[in-house]
């Protein structure tokens, strides 16, 4: 309905015109005026509608008739549109809830027509005028050329018919002008000094990026000389530039002109494109614009007159051949124009190809002299373009193994088999492999060469290939390709040598078990390395290095057992002889390039895919068998010898007699390679257990920190060491009520006769000694690989003296001394101060004397610990200094007196005793704790003053 359509009208309107302003239009705006109420529903206005272009704004002024005498309520007006005219019901709000009349700006972005009305969305009588807006495109900007340097240029080109100014400006947000061309109505040659550097887009009369344009190039020409591939001269961009060709290689001569290809310059060419000619420089140094033959019957290359008339040229539109008249050596070709004359004559020459002529004879080149088995070899023909050639191993041994031919090279003729062959009785072509006699494997095949005659073909060799020299081949055919023609042929020699293995072990050759012992060495003879071992008792041409403790001989290898050679000849394999099996003693270890029969004479029929392909000649096995283990002989190898020890485990305590609340260190060293050892102490009603990590190189240092409230009393201390399976045999485990130590019985197989379990927290425990010597027997069962060290530390009361120094003379420097059984490196403070010593007024000038100072407990001659401070008197006060020593790290005290005087009478030094009601420090030795039975090394040890004791389990 009507009605309904203008509502869309004027949806549509608003929308055109977005948000509502109350601002005048802007200056440029187009304005038309939409009256409410205005009575007029079907003409809209301006009658043929208003026209505008995409990205112009135009301002809908919306009023109301005020001869209506209507009070309108804004709220309910929208502005609508639609753009089919008397189908609103498919208009559009635009704008929606006017708050009175007002402006409502709207830039189009789309072409098309649009009807714009207002209405009441509550009311269906429609009373607007209509707007009619025609949105059109912006008209485009005109390109003219291209145009190039040296050409003949004029305004008129440029739709001018008056002098115009051409303008080359920035590429910025706001272009500023670079440099200005003025082109008259005359004809002018278009300068390099105008253009400079500046190619690309001039605009046309406008200083800014908008309007006509027109683009400005130099004219520039490159050449390209390529193998042609198909018909018209098409090649696959292999060029000759710079190589070598045969007189009857097909080449293709290309002129590219990215910017200048198909434009009309004025040229002599099609359409007034430029024109250009290759000059060819012969081996003489002569200059012709003929090269080469083509087509059929052959005619005279002449490069002369060659139209731009596409970005890339093919000159001719044919490839052409040297031919066989051309003469041999270095030629040279270079492209220049030759239309439009300007540019003949200013215009720069392309670059400049270079190529060699060769007369054509067969050859066949090797990339190397000699190569190592089981490394391939190249040799390379060069003959006539596009011809099929044989190349093979010349007389091959039949009963020895030949280098084999790589398959799927390119080039191989592989449909290659014609009839009536005429060739040697012992060879033979099929499928393009070339056979001969009863030999079992292609010794050869066809190919074809390339374009420029050329093929390179690739031989395998194994590391089973007979180690001598062998003759290459290349034979080219008769014209027919039924026989092989004899007089054109060629041969070149390539030794196949053996490589070598090599094989060293990190350290000293005498590892203990558990150690890692890194294995390395070359083999230029394969790209895999065979190792296996021999030694007392076991199997008697060796085991698989990689199976232990599984004992599979070495025949029977697979590529899990097996070491990759790298790509630079080198091999590397890390042992880890943890659990491998063996015992202890001397053991020789075997590196080879093959699989063989260990260190046997004799090879050995095997099932393994890594022996070498079977045949009769190795004298064992049946037709049946396909693989066989040679005999060491018949492989590169190298051995080396290694001493296998059992590991020891030390462990030594920093003193034998540790303060309360001090630190106990127990270092040592565990070979065998162990990442963790278990600690265990044990006292009077005290069980403790640690775990100690162990350096790479076998040492280690734990710290243990004695509890300030533990007893004074002798203290025991295993460490545990978990040998060959890497396990620990004897566990701990915290039941809960109890901790309890058992022989895991997974690890040893539940053994008769073995120590089943102890506890050591809980009900029924062990006490101190008997604990530990209960777990040093479960540990030297005989059924359970782990070793033990054990020690024995005495904990006492801290205590520290001080060795009184007696009068010093004043000004004197003197030495303070001590003793104590605090730890070595414990920290202690001495402080030395006047007796006198009291506040007094700041605004006093008395001075007092003395002086505090940090130092470290150092080990004595005895199983005391000492202690010292060096003191300078100068400038001290006669008078009586107290000396008080303090433990940093541990609670303990002690103080002294001496005097400062005049003059000293010498006198001996005395033990200070600690004075005060409650001494912090004790001069009284410890109450040695009664020896414990079953524990008698330990306590024999400790009455001995034993710093520690090595043990090593069943010597």
Do not use: C
Request: charged letters at 15%; aromatic letters at 10%.
């Amino acid at each position: 309905m009507k009605i309904m359509a203008v509502l869309a009208v004027l949806l549509a309107a608003a929308l055109f015109v977005g948000a509502a302003a109350a601002a005048a239009p802007t200056e440029g705006d187009k304005t038309v005026n939409i009256t409410y109420l205005n009575g007029s529903v079907d003409t809209p206005i301006p009658a043929d509608g208003l026209s505008v272009t995409v990205g112009e704004k135009v301002t809908f002024n919306v009023t109301q008739n005020a001869s209506a005498g209507v009070n309108v309520d804004w709220s309910k007006i929208t502005l609508n549109y639609t753009t089919t005219e008397g189908y609103w019901d498919d208009g559009m709000t635009i704008k929606s809830a006017f708050s009175a009349a007002s402006i409502a700006p709207f830039t189009f972005t789309e072409v098309g027509t649009y009807w714009i009305a207002a209405v009441n969305s509550t009311d269906s009588k429609f009373n607007s005028s209509i707007v009619k807006v025609i949105v059109s495109d912006v008209p485009a900007a005109k390109s003219y050329g291209p145009v190039f340097v040296n050409q003949m240029i004029n305004a008129s080109m440029f739709g001018q018919n008056s002098d115009v100014i051409l303008y080359k400006l920035s590429g910025d947000a706001n272009p500023a002008v670079l440099d200005t061309i003025k082109v008259t109505v005359a004809d002018m040659r278009l300068l390099s000094e105008q253009v400079g550097s500046n190619t690309g887009v001039w605009y046309i009369g406008n200083p800014s990026n908008k309007g006509d344009y027109v683009a400005i190039w130099y004219p520039e020409i490159s050449l390209k000389a390529e193998l042609t591939t198909g018909a018209d001269g098409a090649t696959s961009g292999d060029s000759i530039d710079g190589k070598t060709i045969n007189k009857n290689t097909q080449i293709s001569f290309i002129i590219e002109a990215a910017k200048l290809g198909g434009v009309n310059v004025g040229g002599a060419g099609e359409a007034g494109v430029a024109q250009a000619k290759i000059i060819f420089s012969t081996p003489v140094s002569g200059k012709t614009t003929t090269f080469g033959v083509y087509g059929t019957p052959s005619s005279e290359a002449n490069f002369i007159g060659l139209n731009i008339t596409d970005a890339r040229n093919i000159a001719l539109k044919t490839g052409v051949s040297a031919g066989q008249n051309a003469a041999a050596g270095t030629w040279t070709a270079q492209a220049e124009f030759t239309s439009p004359g300007t540019f003949s004559d200013y215009a720069k020459k392309s670059n400049m190809v270079s190529f060699t002529i060769q007369s054509t004879t067969l050859t066949i080149t090797a990339a190397k002299d000699s190569v190592i088995r089981s490394n391939p070899f190249t040799v390379t023909i060069q003959g006539d373009s596009k011809t099929n050639y044989s190349v093979y191993i010349d007389s091959p041994a039949i009963n020895e193994v030949n280098p084999t031919l790589q398959p799927g090279q390119s080039g191989f003729q592989s449909g290659f088999a014609p009839s009536e062959l005429t060739f040697d009785t012992n060879y033979k072509i099929l499928n393009g492999q070339i056979n001969y006699s009863n030999y079992a494997y292609p010794i050869g095949g066809v190919f074809q060469t390339d374009a420029s005659g050329q093929r390179t073909v690739q031989f395998n060799t194994a590391d089973n290939t007979e180690d001598k020299t062998y003759t290459i081949k290349v034979s080219g055919f008769n014209e027919t390709e039924k026989a092989w023609d004899s007089s054109n042929y060629d041969k070149v020699k390539v030794k196949v040598e053996k490589g070598a293995v090599t094989i060293a072990a990190s350290g000293d050759g005498s590892y203990y078990i558990g150690d890692e012992i890194k294995l390395t060495g070359t083999n230029t003879d394969s790209d895999t390395i065979f190792l296996f071992v021999t030694g007392q008792n076991l199997k008697q041409n060796g085991v698989i290095l990689k199976a232990l403790p599984s004992m599979r001989e070495a025949y029977t290898a697979t590529s899990g057992d097996t070491v990759a050679v790298k790509t630079d000849d080198t091999w590397e394999y890390k042992w880890d002889t943890t659990r491998i099996g063996v015992d202890t003693g001397a053991y020789t270890i075997y590196a080879t390039s093959r699989l063989t029969n260990g260190k046997s004479s004799d090879p050995i029929v095997t099932t393994s895919p890594l022996g070498t392909a079977w045949d009769a000649s190795f004298g064992v096995g049946t037709i049946n068998d396909k693989y066989v283990a040679v005999k060491l002989s018949d492989s590169e190898y190298a051995t080396i010898s290694v001493n296998l020890k059992q590991p020891f485990l030390s462990a030594v305590p920093s003193s034998t007699v540790i303060a309360q609340g001090d630190k106990l260190y127990i270092t040592g060293t565990a070979e065998g390679n162990p990442s963790t050892l278990k600690m265990f102490i044990f006292g009077p009603n005290y069980f403790a257990d640690e775990s100690i990590t162990v350096n790479d190189d076998g040492s280690y240092e734990k710290k243990f920190d004695i509890p300030s409230d533990l007893s004074s009393n002798q203290y025991f201390v295993v460490v545990q060491h978990p040998m060959y399976n890497g396990l620990f045999d004897v566990e701990l485990k915290d039941a809960g009520d109890y901790t309890y130590f058992y022989i895991n019985n997974k690890t040893t197989g539940n053994l008769a006769g073995t120590q089943g379990s102890f506890i050591v927290k809980g009900d029924n425990k062990l006490q101190g000694s008997q604990a530990a010597d209960a777990l040093t027997k479960m540990i030297d069962d005989a059924n359970i690989d782990d070793i033990y060290t054990k020690l024995t530390f005495t904990v006492a009361a801290p205590w520290i003296r001080i060795n009184n120094p007696g009068d010093q003379a004043m000004g004197s420097k003197f030495t303070i001394t001590g003793t104590t059984n605090l730890a070595i490196n414990d920290q202690i403070l001495v402080e030395v101060m006047s007796s006198s010593f009291t506040a007094v007024d700041k605004t006093s000038t008395s001075t007092t004397s003395g002086v505090s100072q940090a130092t470290k407990v150092v080990a004595g001659d005895g199983t005391e610990n000492v202690w010292s401070i060096e003191v300078d008197s100068t400038n001290w006060k006669l008078d009586e200094y107290t000396i008080k020593v303090n433990g940093i790290e541990v609670d303990v005290s002690t103080t002294t007196n001496f005097n400062l005087v005049e003059k000293v009478v010498t006198t001996t030094p005395t033990t200070a005793v600690p004075t005060g009601a409650t001494p912090t420090a004790t001069t009284a030795k410890p109450t040695e704790t009664p020896k414990t039975p079953g524990f008698g090394a330990f306590i024999a040890l400790a009455g001995l003053g034993a710093v520690a004791l090595l043990v090593l389990r069943r010597n």
